[in-house]
């Protein structure tokens, strides 16, 4: 079996999506192979919109918030707007070429642009490939609504079935399997509580960490979003009468990873700084609570691990979306102007009660083994015979799981 996954350097998320779909597929005796899609139309406007992407949302996210919401309140008439005229003039022979060789069993996108490609393809009748799309945010992007003709869209939880179908999905195309994250991070998913605790002593200590004081992690994304030696200073003065521990999370930033380093040497509270890392699924098992960036992916490993969130720094949009989402859902807590992030921590640290109330929350929404539903998924597309429209065959299937 054989499967194309098409995604987008824009942030990381995407990417990563990609990469834990592939891994599980390859687990299952498939073959995957992943494409940038904005690469393979042109790699200068590959480079142009990642480096934009990160330079928008870091130094200029206010006016991306504005750009954000304009696209969500965008009027849908006769014609459709903008985002199909891009498409339409973006898509390349190269791409659909490269869709329709191989003979793929499906093709899965993780971004709603390569899903708008897709779309167009299929209403042009260029390609007869099965499509399924993956949200990585817990919200429909703009434009998600020029990605209908698609077979199938992969959502965080049936709770957004309401917005599936505001964007013109039917129930038949909805799967709500979760954001598909690495499997290693369904790895103890279901266990008890007590074997969780005791799960949480030994990732301690393997990180050379006391097994018995509360842990915080904070991580500022892939980059090292904001000022991360000013947040974890802050978090290091807070008093409170139970001791705790501390492990942040650079990224890439290097120049966070040096100013931690150098406060780790004084700090109040014992500290363990890092740059980016292949083994965060091990600092979340060694965590008690996470102050994040609300990330689609890096949220949905969270809710994986059963790790109370403290939101920071969310990027305008899609982020913030992920906020509210994860908010109403008694997931996390969110940091503001009023509300500052030493308030939020001590009142975990002084209260097992929040905690454990956070933690079941998260039990409810909580999606481990998203890549393994979505792989077993596929698979077995792959071996059903096509009958015009695969999605309109199986009406009112796909809501039924997860």
């Known amino acids: 079996m054989n499967f194309l996954i098409l995604s987008v350097t824009a942030g990381e998320g995407h990417n990563s999506t990609a990469k834990a779909i592939r891994e599980d597929l390859e687990k299952c005796g498939a073959a995957a192979e992943i494409l940038d899609t904005f690469a393979y139309i042109s790699p200068e406007l590959a480079k142009l919109i990642a480096d934009g992407y990160l330079l928008v949302t870091e130094k200029a996210q206010g006016a ?18 903008d985002g199909v005229q891009i498409v339409s003039k973006a898509l390349s022979k190269e791409l659909v070429d490269a869709v329709r060789a191989d003979s793929y069993d499906a093709v899965v996108f993780t971004h709603p642009f390569s899903g708008m490609l897709l779309d167009t393809m299929k209403r042009r009748g ?3 490939n099965r499509t399924v799309g993956i949200l990585t945010d817990f919200t429909f992007h703009p434009f998600w609504e020029d990605c209908t ?15 599936a179908r505001a964007k013109g999905f039917r129930d038949e195309q909805i799967l709500p399997f979760g954001i598909p994250i690495n499997p290693k991070f369904r790895d103890g998913a279901s266990v008890s509580p007590g074997e969780r605790a005791e799960n949480r002593k030994a990732a301690r200590r393997d ?25 974890v200073k802050r978090i290091d003065g807070i008093d409170a009468d139970r001791a705790f521990q501390l492990i942040a999370v650079a990224g890439r930033n290097a ?42 992916l890096t949220t949905s490993e969270s809710l994986a691990k059963n790790l109370p969130m403290i939101i920071v720094n969310p990027i305008p949009g899609q982020e913030e979306r992920n906020t509210e989402f994860l908010l109403n859902n008694g997931c996390a807590m ?69």
Do not use: W
């Open 64 to 81: 991306y918030r504005i750009g954000y919401r304009l696209a969500e309140t965008r009027r849908v008439v006769n014609e459709k707007l």
């Open 126 to 128: 260029l390609i007869e």
């Open 149 to 163: 003709k698609n077979d199938y869209v992969v959502v965080p939880d049936r709770l957004l079935l309401p917005q």
């Open 207 to 231: 990180l050379g960490l006391d097994p018995e004081k509360m842990t915080i992690l904070v991580m500022g994304g892939s980059m090292g979003y904001g000022n991360m030696d000013e947040l």
């Open 255 to 296: 120049q966070a990873k040096t100013a931690l380093d150098a406060f780790a040497r004084k700090s109040k509270h014992p500290l363990l700084a890092t740059g980016f890392v292949d083994y965060v699924s091990t600092l979340m098992d060694a965590a008690d609570c996470i102050i994040t960036k609300p990330g689609g």
């Open 334 to 402: 969110a940091t503001s102007k009023t509300v500052p992030i030493e308030e939020c921590i001590y009142q975990l640290l002084m209260s097992d009660v929040r905690l454990e109330a956070m933690r079941s929350c998260i039990r409810a929404v909580a999606k481990p083994d998203s890549a393994g539903e979505l792989s077993r998924f596929l698979l077995n597309l792959a071996v059903t015979p096509k009958v015009g429209s695969y999605a309109h065959e199986h009406e009112n299937t796909s809501l039924k799981k997860g």
